[in-house]
Structure formats: structure tokens, C-alpha cells
């Protein structure tokens, strides 16, 4: 896994020297056929992959993404809809099947080229190269705050307005009238001059048979009728009676359930157990035993986590089973000295020369950060429901990657991987975690043992100990100033790098600047955790700023806009959030104020957080968050994304830490991996700035910025500098007078 | 063993130890009340036992026999959604949806309870649900508009969802 980012894409050699590679790529053309019999029923019409018309007019939209919450299955319909002129209330979505036809081109597309204008000839070998390069790599993936901007924007809106335009041009020859006279509203065409509407089945059959364009003219902002609306989300009926269908709910006929127990060290073997183990278990009917974990079926979840916790099982020593957290900083420490004085440091972001302001300066800052492992923790705990037969293999579960599922499940079985079906469900959350397929290959091999279906389900110890963890780091500054308070120089050092690419980058104007990192190999697993890099890189960044701010003995806000006098769209954001929070007006003893500024996964926030500190107590009472996303398609949507992405990363930065002892996680569930609940939760205020951008995303970029502007907000009412995560580890006292 | 739940009767033949929320599952197929975290920290299996709120996960059925249970699936009507389960399409609380029932069945209890919660008292009622999606704030905004509907009345602040 992990091969979906843009950084990524470059390593597997989809991008080489800087170049696309496109030579041998095929030109797909219309693929309606190669998918009819995966989506279409009879007497639908299948316009092209995304989209097909119904016998009784209405559309169905077929979305490549998972729902987690995010609204997707809403918003790309939306995207396509629009484009279509299609009625909205006779749409219906249907999420794609895990199949290769599925496999998500305009994803890498965006990751890869951005908005690049591509000629309207060079459009179908691009994508073909996209879709054979995704294809190659198993990727149907949701994640890295994409769906919106590249799915919606590359392929959505494409293949709605490349479908209005063949049906229009249908509708022409049927009538035979200008296409410049007809009228498209509401799922219907209308020929004014001659009085007559039909709707678009009427057109469909022969609309199929055109060829449509690859460009098509898409829709000003002025022209949108449904994007940038707010209809109610296709899933949410369902989530309040029960009835939505999550992975973990489906059942089976002559289903059977299964616990495990995995090795608490990552990577360490289990020790086989005899068959004979549970001879004096009622309902209990086969151990399978697994590489790093032994597992138990049985006829219900109870009685299976019931067997698993009495049974004997034992895993192998490994070298990992003394590791703590010490061990951990202090090779990552090491592997950082090393790296800078051996002058191998991994170079991110270098201009200027700061070994010569450094020499010069007089006023140098340096400051040390740290941040913890986290788990996901998503409500719904892992799962995966498999039955396997001979010739293949169905896996029930929720996915962010079904393609990819099918593909790892595949190669454990080895089988081809069109013999694998994969039936997506409902996510209880994401996060990155559902991304990973272990769960998945787990299911599937014990599965294998039997001849009926298996619900394997993962308790909330194994959840959060059998985790990719985000990683624990340590970011390094050194600073200098001028003596206006000019930051002249900025050199940072930190450990490994992944995505988003520009999450250490600071939009502030610094003359010199070398940004570097280094690796540290351990054998903690990592994962995509939401917002990924930027969920630190923002706390160091920003906090590091406000350390800045206080030494050239300036106002942290206006000390921000001083470094932005060539970056408008910042500062815009910057602004409007100091407005909106009151920054400058008095509060009471015992409060505070901060401020982050970050950009991640195309979407720009600002954030102002309100604090007060009782006794030793942190109450976070008001999140003032400015976003600007280029547009928001569906704005209460994106407005409960932000909220989202701030609780998340509250949640983290109050109480997230994962910690290693003896090689293996300490902590197990909730009580000793807390979660922010509503009696703490901030009032927070979201405000949506337009700009000409191209789109953003909504899932992840609120995230990073409210570990730092809680953090600013501490020192602001107390003195106190936080620069290791979580706050709950700190003593807080107000007022201490220990400024700096 | 016979359970009552939503008002109907089942008959379970599995350990009278068993938890609730796994025979509510397998046994009586509702799938509707969630696994979250088995040791009654997060809220997402939370049911209710004659009208108080509990969580399934840590009530052997040994203990339920007599008692009326109202899961997710029992708050609604044969024809309409409860009020609750209305405002919240209305307000689109739910993101993921995953730990929604028991968000809905705890809000429940607490209006049934009270009929028109202050901020302090919905913290209460509330606070042994986690929402990892942090819906909290249309949370609590729903359940003040549910609040208001259910008693004819308009008394309560709905700025503040902090």
C-alpha cells in the first residue's frame, strides 16, 4: 500500500526524470461497454463509465469513492448532475464496484498534473496512460483529500458535460434543428422555436452511439445550478434509523464468526496451537492459525473473543521486544546528528544560504519539537466478512481502497485478482486506516479453512494495538532575525517524509532557507492518518513562528503579515480569521488566544483558538476557522468537514499518544486512548473564502491547524511554550509570568 | 431465555452471560446497535432497558430478561421517524453514522427524561457517547430542536453548541 500519492506515483516510475511517459499508452475511448454488465440494469443506458440513464429518465451516478462521512457519494453526483443539467431529484448514486475499469485515473491525474490545460487530442492517451498506470497499481483509493478536487473536477464534471453535449447533438438530428436553439434544463431538451420538450431517455439511445467529446465546455461558477448548493446527503437517512449497512453489520447465511490475537510485537510469529485446544468449547470450531496471530471461529463474536482469550497462545521472541519510546527518540536523534554531519541530509527546500546568515547572526533561535505515534481509532472497529471457494473469493467489508483489496487478497490467495469480489460497505470511519488491507487478508486466510462465510471482527485492543500508526518525530529549528524582526534565515530538520509534499513548507517570505529530514527505520507500522504529514507539520511550523514572534517582540498575528506581503491569498485568510475571532480585544485573567496558519491538500486555514486555563485544567471554548478551498461544491458539507478535522485533531492534540514499551503498544482502548467527547467540545465557527483556485480539498485540512493555534493560545494566557504533544502530559498554570 | 425487544419477543438459547448487544445482533438480527469498544466507554451500542439508557456490550441477557429493550430500530413509528431521527436528517448530524444510534437512543432517554435540557445537562446525558467524526455541536443542536419540537416550545438557546 502506500503507493497513491504524488510522491509515490514518482517512485513506482510513473513520472521519470521529470517527465510524463505517455508514448505506449492506450487511447480508452468511450469504456461504457466494457462496464455495462457491472452497473446496468435492463433498459438502462450506459452514457459512459460514470453515468447511466434509466428507462424511467432518471440518472444514476456512479461514484469511485467510499463514504465515510465525508458526503461524497453526494457532492460527485452533484459535480456531474450539474454538468448534465440533469433534474437532482431524480438522481441516484451507486458507488463503482472494486474492478479495474474503476481503477481511478483522474486521481493520479490531479496528483500528478494538477489543473495543467491539456490538449483536447492528447486527452485520451493521457488518461490512458492514467488508467493503465492505475490499473497496474490496484488503485480505486479515497483518501488524500481528493475526491472533490481531482475525481469531481477531472472526471465527474467531464463526463456530465461530455453527456449533455452528445444528447444535445442527438436531440439535434432527431428534431432536426440547430443545436444552438435547443434548451437543456432539468433533464429534459426543449426546442422553443418549435414548442417541444422531451426528456433525455428519449435521446439516450442514439446520444450512445456518438462519440463525445473529450473536452467538453464545462460550466462557469456563475452557470452552477447545483454545485455550490447544499442538498441533503444521499446516506444520512440510513444513519439514523439503523439501517445503513457498515461492514461489520452484514450477515450471511450460515455465517460464522472469528477473534484473533495478534502478536503485541509487531512482526513477531505466533506459535502454532494443536487443533485439539478447544475440544471442551461448545460452539467453538476451529482454530486457523496465522503467521503473527492465531484465530478462533465460532458461532457468535462473544463466544469466539471468549475462546481466543483462554486459549493458551504464545508468540515467538523477536529483536523488537525491548523497544520503548527512549530507544525510539534516541536513534532518531542519532540518525539526525549523523545525517547533518555527515552532510546527508535529505534535501526538501533549500534557497539562499543560511550557513552564512548563521555565521553572522547574532540573533539566533533554536527550539526542539516532538510529537507522539496515534492510532486511527475509528468508531467501527476493524472487520472483514470472507467466504472462499475453489475457483474464488467474496470479501464483505468497508474499504478506501475495495481495488486494492481485491488485489492484496488476491495475491495471498493466489488467485487472479478478478476472482476476487469485493462488496464495499459503509466505512465507520477512515481516516487512512481503511486503506490497509490487513484485515481484509486476514479474513480471507481464515476463510480458506472453512466452507462457509467468516466475520472476522478485531476488538477494540486489537484496533488500537494492530495499527500503521502515525509516526512519533522530532522537528528541529533554528532560527535567526533581523533587527526589524525580519526572519532572515530558517533551518529545519526532521525524520522522514511523505505527504502531502508541502506539509513543512512555510508560505513566509524567508530569504534562506535549507528544510531537510532524515529516515529512522523502526518496526512500528506507519499508516496514512489523516491530514498525514501536515498533522505535525503544522504544530511545528506554527508554534516555531510564535516563538519568533515573541522574540522580535511582536504580535503573533501581525508578525505573520508581515511575512506574507507576496502571498495574498494567505494573508486574506489570515485577516478575515483575526477579524472574525476579535484578535486584539481584551479577554479575561486566566484566557487566551492563538493563531496557525497552514495549507494542506489544496485548502488554506487559518485558526484562532480561544482558551482558558482552570487550575490545571484546559478548556478550549471557541474555534474561529477560515478556509479558503478555491470553492466549496457543497458547503455545509465542507463546513462539517472542517468541524470534523478540528475535533480530530483537538482529540490528538489533548490526549493522542501511542506509546512503545517492550515492542509493542501500551495503550488499548479507549480509557487509556481518549477521545474528545461533547462536553469539550469548542464552539466552532467556520467561514468559506472563495478565490479563482483550483479546488481544494475538505477531509484533511482543517486537521493540522488546531494542535498550534491551541498551543499559541496556552503560551498567550500562560507563558508556558508546549513544544511536545499531547497538552494532557503538561502542567498549565495561568499567568506564571514565565514568558519565554 | 426470552428477550422483549421493540416490543416483540425472542426466544434465545445462547450463555446467559452473553452481552446484550451480541444477541441483539446475531440473535435478533439488528444490526442497527454497534460494537465499539466492549469495556462501555464509547456509547455506540447503547440501548435502552424500560427507558434508561445502558450499554449493551457490558449487560449479560441474564439481567434484561424482564425488561423492556428499545433499540434503534424501535424508536420510530410504523409510519413516520421519531422527532429525534427527523431533526437529525433535517440538521444532517451524522458524518460517518457509526456511533448514531447510540447518540440517537442516549438523546432519547435524555428527552424523555427531561424535557427541555440546558447545555450542562445534554453534557451529561451525552458525554459517555464518543463521535470520532466530532458532530457534537449538530448534535447538540439537535437534540435542542428536538427538544423544542416535542415540548410546543422556543426557549432555548441554539447559538451556542460549544
Known amino acids: ?740 | 431465555m426470552i428477550l422483549k425487544i421493540n416490543n416483540q419477543s425472542l426466544e434465545v438459547d445462547v450463555d446467559p452471560a452473553t452481552p446484550l448487544l451480541w444477541v441483539i445482533r446475531e440473535q435478533a438480527g439488528l444490526t442497527g446497535t454497534k460494537f465499539g469498544c466492549g469495556i462501555g466507554q464509547c456509547g455506540s451500542c447503547t440501548v435502552q432497558l424500560d427507558g434508561v439508557a445502558i450499554r449493551s456490550c457490558l449487560t449479560p441477557i441474564q439481567a434484561v430478561a424482564d425488561k423492556e429493550i428499545t433499540t434503534i430500530e424501535g424508536i420510530a413509528s410504523e409510519t413516520e421517524l421519531h422527532t429525534i431521527q427527523r431533526i437529525w436528517i433535517q440538521e444532517q448530524v451524522p458524518q460517518c453514522g457509526y456511533c448514531q444510534s447510540g447518540q440517537i437512543i442516549s438523546a432519547h432517554a435524555l428527552l424523555t427524561k427531561t424535557t427541555l435540557p440546558t447545555d450542562e445537562e445534554i453534557d451529561q446525558a451525552m458525554s459517555g457517547n464518543i463521535c470520532r467524526c466530532g458532530t457534537y455541536s449538530r448534535i447538540k443542536k439537535g437534540i435542542k430542536l428536538a427538544a423544542e419540537e416535542l415540548a410546543g416550545a422556543s426557549t432555548i438557546n441554539l447559538e451556542n453548541n460549544g
Open chain 1, 1 to 740: 500500500m502506500g503507493k497513491w500519492t504524488r510522491r509515490a506515483f514518482i517512485t513506482t516510475g510513473i513520472l521519470t526524470g521529470g517527465a510524463l511517459v505517455v508514448g505506449i499508452a492506450i487511447r480508452p475511448g468511450n469504456r461504457a461497454g466494457k462496464v455495462k454488465d457491472l452497473i446496468a440494469g435492463e433498459g438502462d443506458t450506459v452514457l459512459n463509465i460514470w453515468l447511466k440513464v434509466n428507462a424511467d429518465n432518471t440518472i444514476t451516478v456512479i461514484v469511485p469513492h467510499a463514504e465515510m462521512g465525508q458526503g461524497v457519494h453526494t457532492t460527485l453526483p452533484m459535480m456531474l448532475a450539474d454538468e448534465m443539467d440533469a433534474d437532482w431529484e431524480t438522481i441516484t448514486m451507486l458507488e463503482a464496484p472494486g474492478n479495474a475499469e474503476y481503477a481511478n485515473y483522474a486521481m493520479a491525474k490531479g496528483f500528478i498534473m494538477g489543473p495543467k490545460d491539456i490538449p483536447s487530442m492528447l486527452i485520451g492517451t493521457v488518461d490512458g496512460f492514467f488508467l493503465t498506470a492505475t490499473k497496474q497499481i490496484s488503485l480505486q483509493m479515497t483518501g488524500g483529500s481528493a475526491s472533490v478536487r481531482f475525481t469531481g473536477m477531472l472526471a465527474m464534471r467531464v463526463a456530465g458535460a461530455a453527456a449533455r453535449a452528445v444528447l444535445l447533438e442527438a436531440a439535434s438530428e432527431k428534431w432536426e434543428v440547430a443545436l444552438e436553439e435547443l434548451v437543456v434544463k432539468n433533464s429534459t431538451i426543449s426546442h422553443p422555436p418549435s414548442n417541444r420538450t422531451e426528456p433525455f431517455a428519449s435521446f439516450v439511445a442514439k446520444a450512445a452511439s456518438l462519440s463525445q467529446p473529450a473536452k467538453p465546455r464545462l460550466k462557469t461558477t456563475e452557470e452552477f445550478t447545483i454545485m455550490g448548493t447544499s442538498p441533503p446527503r444521499f446516506d444520512i437517512p440510513s444513519k439514523v434509523d439503523g439501517t445503513a449497512n457498515f461492514g461489520i453489520d452484514v450477515t450471511l447465511p450460515n455465517m460464522k464468526y472469528a477473534a484473533i490475537k495478534a502478536s503485541p510485537v509487531f512482526g513477531a510469529r505466533a506459535k502454532p496451537l494443536d487443533a485439539g485446544a478447544i475440544k471442551d468449547m461448545p460452539g467453538v470450531h476451529k482454530i486457523v492459525n496465522l503467521e503473527g496471530a492465531v484465530a478462533v471461529i465460532a458461532d457468535g463474536y462473544w463466544l469466539a473473543k471468549k475462546a481466543i482469550n483462554e486459549l493458551p497462545i504464545e508468540f515467538d521472541k523477536s529483536d523488537h521486544d525491548t523497544v520503548g519510546m527512549n530507544d525510539i527518540y534516541d536513534q532518531y536523534l542519532r540518525d539526525m546528528d549523523v545525517a547533518v554531519a555527515d552532510g546527508k541530509e535529505e534535501k526538501d527546500v533549500k534557497k539562499g544560504n543560511i550557513n552564512k546568515i548563521f555565521k553572522e547572526a547574532t540573533n539566533i533561535i533554536e527550539a526542539e519539537y516532538r510529537v507522539p505515534y496515534l492510532a486511527h481509532a475509528t468508531m467501527e472497529p476493524m472487520n472483514c466478512t470472507a467466504l472462499v471457494k475453489e475457483d474464488g473469493c467474496e470479501i464483505w467489508v468497508g474499504s478506501q481502497n475495495p481495488l486494492g483489496f481485491a488485489n492484496s487478497v488476491a495475491e495471498e490467495l493466489d488467485l487472479d485478482q478478478e476472482k476476487v469480489l469485493v462488496h464495499n460497505h459503509y466505512l465507520g470511519g477512515g481516516f487512512g486506516r481503511r486503506s490497509v488491507p490487513d484485515v481484509a487478508i486476514q479474513a480471507a486466510l481464515i476463510a480458506k479453512e472453512v466452507d462457509y462465510p467468516v466475520k472476522l471482527i478485531w476488538s477494540r485492543e486489537d484496533d488500537i494495538r494492530q495499527d500503521h500508526y502515525r509516526e512519533a518525530n522530532i522537528s528541529r529549528f533554528k532560527a535567526s532575525l533581523t533587527d526589524e524582526g525580519q526572519i532572515i534565515a530558517w533551518n529545519n530538520q526532521f525524520l522522514f517524509k511523505h505527504d502531502p509534499e508541502e506539509a513543512p513548507h512555510i508560505p513566509y517570505g524567508v530569504e534562506n532557507q535549507f528544510i531537510h529530514y532524515t529516515n529512522s527505520e523502526t518496526h512500528i507500522p506507519w499508516g496514512y492518518w489523516r491530514s498525514v504529514d501536515s498533522s505535525m507539520h503544522a504544530f511545528f511550523t506554527e508554534s516555531f513562528m510564535d516563538e519568533l514572534a515573541f522574540k522580535a517582540n511582536k504580535d503573533p498575528y501581525l508578525f505573520r503579515r508581515e511575512h506574507l506581503t507576496n502571498a495574498p491569498r494567505y494573508l486574506k485568510v489570515l485577516d478575515l480569521a483575526a477579524g472574525k475571532a476579535n484578535w486584539g480585544e481584551d479577554l479575561p485573567a486566566g484566557w487566551g488566544r492563538g493563531i496557525s496558519l497552514h495549507q494542506s491538500f489544496g485548502t488554506i486555514v487559518a485558526q484562532v483558538a480561544e482558551i482558558e486555563i482552570i487550575e490545571n485544567d484546559l478548556k478550549v471554548h471557541r474555534v474561529v476557522c477560515v478556509a479558503d478551498p478555491g470553492f466549496a461544491f457543497h458547503p455545509d458539507g465542507f463546513t462539517a468537514q472542517m468541524e470534523s478535522g478540528i475535533v480530530f485533531g483537538l482529540t490528538a492534540a489533548l490526549y493522542g499518544e501511542i506509546t512503545i514499551e517492550n515492542g509493542a503498544v501500551k495503550q488499548s482502548n479507549f480509557h487509556d486512548y481518549q477521545m474528545l467527547r461533547i462536553n469539550e467540545n469548542p464552539k466552532i465557527e467556520t467561514y468559506i473564502v472563495t478565490s479563482d483556485n483550483w479546488p481544494g480539498g475538505a477531509g484533511e485540512p482543517s486537521t493540522p491547524g488546531i494542535a498550534p493555534a491551541v498551543a499559541n493560545a496556552i503560551f498567550n494566557a500562560s507563558g508556558i511554550r508546549i513544544r511536545e504533544l499531547p497538552f494532557k502530559n503538561h502542567e498549565l498554570k495561568a499567568n506564571t509570568g514565565l514568558l519565554g
